[in-house]
């Protein structure tokens, strides 16, 4: 389950992507995540994600 806090989110996903996955879509296929709710939830944050750095920033 992905955390609800979009803070909390971002600390989860960026841990996940640094660790465990090489791209975004790898860590959503996985983790049977809906990608566009997490890329809007971090965008209402001011969050995108960065292919080449495998991150959000």
């Known amino acids: 389950m992905l955390p609800k806090d979009p803070v909390m989110l971002l600390s989860f996903v960026n841990t996940k992507l640094r660790d465990f996955y090489g ?9 049977d995540a809906d990608r566009q709710d997490i ?6 944050i001011g969050y995108h994600y960065d292919a080449e750095r495998n991150q959000f920033i």
């Open 39 to 44: 890329l809007d939830r971090l965008g209402n």
């Open 23 to 31: 791209s975004f879509d790898a860590l959503c296929e996985d983790l």
